[in-house]
């Protein structure tokens, strides 16, 4: 190192002058801004290594914080997603209870509301299969529920109980092809069977042909069967159809359309009557109507004298006006004047004609002889004439 | 690879102490001392010896009679950034230029014998011209200065320098040290 310096000794020492030199120049010298040129080298040179140091510091901290942030990141998604997902299931459960409570509600307010006895159940298994519809219910015969018992919701029966347990009981559901329940029809209080159907539906029999039985009418229990109360709302039928002995009619069971989840047990019915029949009320609807089309006076005109008989009328108050005269005084206008069309038919309201004698239509017959068609002409007999036969009626001979 | 001193080092050596020149230590103060105070006070009688640049004259003497770049280059420095501080230039201008002269000068001097008149005349005259450019050019490049080189000016003010650098390096050979 020593001889390298030694060899170039006059060039080191050269540029150390010059840069000290340069160092000085720069600090003596000013930009026109102001500036110490040593400060703008100083800056102008440092910059550009700041901004490399800066750039990669910002790189290398972004990628790393990047790296953190994404790993955080990813930990607070898999926690906000657990989060969602617990708060979706607390979602659902407490739509479940709003619900359970307002059917439980509602099932409060019927039980309250009606004279029978209940047991408020919850269906807690289904063991419906094709062949047989039976739901297994949280009560049994610790709550007092025995076999035979009716199951029904606010809205309709739904089974009945063929299995008491002791805590908890079987119920076979309306659709069934086993069930069977007395049934009466609301509107023409027609009797008959209500059967399961296998599927959602059921079926009503024994029912005669002849029987009338309304699409849509309503069916409630009849109480026939001692096992529901009677009065309990079955369904509505949804197809009637004569058979060559029976009618056949279906309808879906109005307690399982809801899907009940709570049901109440009967421990003990009290028949009901039937509810009364009230036709379905037409509602009003409010219909837009537009203004009338004004008509013209030739359109009144022949709107109100429409008839023939107007038409005479209307021209014998035309005579009338243009004579001065008042009918029913007496006297007897000359009904052979020629009104001046100036004053015919300005009388817009036509005064009806008082009659005290029926009127009869005389047609003078040396006027019948000579003319073909005579005009027709009302006369007004005196009030002390003779009455004369109605119009219409022959002429005396 | 440690360098090593060879034969022709050696002779080349003891040559450049054979030929360099000695001064006694006053005439090393004083001489510099009195051209600065010409170059900056003689101009005020008489103007046109502000041409006369003897701060540069008195470096190429005693850079290349020196014979040693060091020596070239501190007395060029010490020059020019006096000459700065006299001028009002911002310091380092002068002082870069005369210390690059001075370091020519005495690489010149090393190789060359300098006591013939018309290698002084021609060094005066190129070193005049390289100082003259080498300012111009810092000016341009550091002080935005738009300032044109007239080259036909600075050669003729170098051919002017040089006789007076003839004239005064006569004057201060007789300076030398002769023991």
Not at chain 1, 90 to 107: I, M, P, Q, W
Not at chain 1, 247 to 274: F, M, N, T
Not at chain 2, 121 to 126: E, F, G, K, R, S
Request: hydrophobic share 40%.
């Amino acid at each position: 190192m020593d001889s390298l310096l030694n060899r170039y000794r006059s060039i080191t020492f050269l540029l150390v002058m010059l840069v000290a030199q340069l160092i000085l120049l720069a600090y003596t010298v000013k930009n026109p801004e102001g500036v110490r040129l040593i400060r703008l080298w100083a800056v102008t040179l440092v910059t550009p290594i700041a901004q490399v140091a800066e750039n990669t510091r910002t790189t290398v901290y972004g990628v790393f914080h990047n790296y953190f942030d994404l790993r955080d990141a990813r930990a607070q998604n898999r926690r906000i997603q657990a989060e969602r997902d617990q708060l979706k299931l607390e979602n659902l459960y407490l739509k479940s209870e709003l619900g359970t409570a307002d059917r439980v509600k509602a099932l409060a307010a019927f039980q309250t509301h009606s004279p029978s006895r209940y047991v408020a159940a919850r269906i807690i298994l289904t063991a419906t299969t094709s062949a047989s519809k039976i739901v297994v219910l949280d009560r049994g015969s610790n709550s007092d529920v025995e076999k035979g018992m009716a199951v029904i919701t606010p809205d309709g029966i739904v089974g009945k109980i063929i299995d008491a347990f002791p805590t908890a009981s079987q119920a076979l559901l309306v659709t069934d092809p086993e069930f069977a329940a007395g049934v009466v029809s609301q509107k023409n209080h027609v009797k008959g069977i209500l059967r399961g159907a296998g599927s959602g539906k059921c079926r009503i029999e024994n029912i005669q042909a002849e029987e009338k039985v309304d699409l849509g009418e309503m069916f409630f229990t009849s109480g026939d069967d001692r096992i529901f109360p009677r009065g309990l709302p079955v369904g509505k039928a949804d197809v009637v159809k004569d058979g060559p002995q029976f009618k056949e009619i279906l309808l879906y069971p109005s307690g399982l359309q809801a899907g009940p989840e709570e049901v109440l047990i009967v421990i003990s019915g009290v028949h009901q009557d039937i509810p009364a029949y009230e036709a379905p009320k037409q509602e009003d609807q409010k219909v837009y109507l537009g203004p009338p089309v004004p008509q013209t006076k030739a359109e009144e005109t022949s709107q109100s004298l429409s008839t023939e008989a107007d038409r005479l009328r209307a021209h014998y108050e035309d005579i009338g006006k243009f004579e001065n005269h008042k009918y029913g005084t007496g006297s007897v206008p000359n009904f052979n004047v020629k009104v001046p069309a100036a004053v015919a038919g300005t009388n817009p309201n036509p005064t009806t004609i008082p009659v005290k004698a029926p009127v009869a239509v005389k047609p003078p017959q040396e006027k019948q002889q000579t003319e073909k068609k005579p005009e027709p002409s009302v006369t007004v007999p005196p009030p002390d004439a003779a009455p004369t036969p109605a119009e219409g009626t022959p002429p005396p001979q | 690879m440690p360098y090593s001193e060879t034969s022709g080092d050696r002779i080349l050596s003891s040559h450049q102490r054979g030929r360099e020149a000695r001064f006694r230590a006053w005439v090393l103060v004083i001489i510099p001392f009195a051209g600065l105070i010409f170059q900056a006070y003689v101009p005020l009688f008489y103007p046109p010896l502000a041409y006369l640049d003897l701060a540069l004259l008195v470096t190429i003497y005693f850079a290349m009679m020196r014979h040693s770049p060091i020596n070239g280059i501190l007395v060029g420095c010490g020059m020019g950034l006096a000459q700065d501080a006299l001028a009002h230039n911002p310091l380092g201008m002068y002082g870069i230029c005369k210390t690059l002269v001075g370091f020519f000068a005495a690489s010149i001097g090393v190789r060359i014998d300098v006591s013939q008149p018309f290698v002084r005349l021609l060094a005066c005259m190129i070193f005049y011209v390289f100082h003259q450019f080498l300012f111009w050019l810092m000016s341009r490049a550091l002080l935005d200065k738009l300032i044109d080189f007239d080259w036909q000016q600075t050669l003729i003010l170098s051919g002017f320098n040089a006789v007076v650098g003839l004239a005064l390096f006569h004057f201060l050979d007789k300076l030398k040290d002769k023991d």
